[in-house]
């Protein structure tokens, strides 16, 4: 069956850096649209990324455009969020996201997150 | 962006008794493909998100069947035919017809 683990969270200073990984499970990364998105502490969810099924595109929230950047590899099943410029904003619970049925749009599976601290 | 609004921000329900939430769009969800990308998730505290339904009124993949959803444009209903203690939580609205991707503030519903 499917699973999602991301790991790479913990405290990290305002400008800093980090890097997320989703090992992924029951599936292959190559063959699905994957999905980041995040849940500041006691707040609502919002979409942070996109990566396609081929991986020749990706997409972007405006909040995280130009300092994230969603990527995968194939050989070991693994998708990652490289984050840079982190602002205390970011400070947030991070899900890794298999998409259902090869559609964008419908995020059916989700890893069980990974916190991420920005502090100054 | 879509702006999504879901109404009751919070919902006191009694067990067995019907529950709905309402979601709407500040605009067409309706996709150049025919489809309409408005979802419904639940989440339970300390729980990550778990897809329920997904283009409007499909059951995800293990579902009860009291759960539904309606709706077409920009107004959209998610129906608990029958709360049970398990359905606590918040539940999100989310649209996926244009980018970026835009969630609900969500709905807290909790037992009476």
Known sequence: QVQLAESGGGVVQTGGSLRLSCAASGFSVSNYGMHWVRQAPGKG?????????DGNDAFYADSVKGRFTISRDNSKNTLYLQMSSLRAEDTAVYYCVKVHDYVWGILGYWGQGILVTVSS | DI????????????????????????????????NTYLSWLHQRP??????????????????PDRFS???????????????????VGVYYCMQATQFPYTFGQGTKLDIK
């Open chain 2, 3 to 34: 702006v999504l609004t879901q109404t009751p921000l919070s919902s006191p329900v009694t067990l067995g008794q019907p529950a709905s939430i309402s979601c709407k769009s500040s605009q067409s969800l309706a996709h150049s493909d025919g």
């Open chain 2, 69 to 87: 959803g309606s709706g077409a444009g920009t107004d959209f209903t998610l129906y608990i035919s029958r709360v049970e203690a398990e359905d």
């Open chain 1, 45 to 53: 969810l919002e979409w942070v990324a996109l990566i396609r099924h």
């Open chain 2, 46 to 63: 300390g729980q990550p998100p778990r897809l329920l339904i997904y283009k409007i009124s499909n059951r995800f993949s293990g579902v």
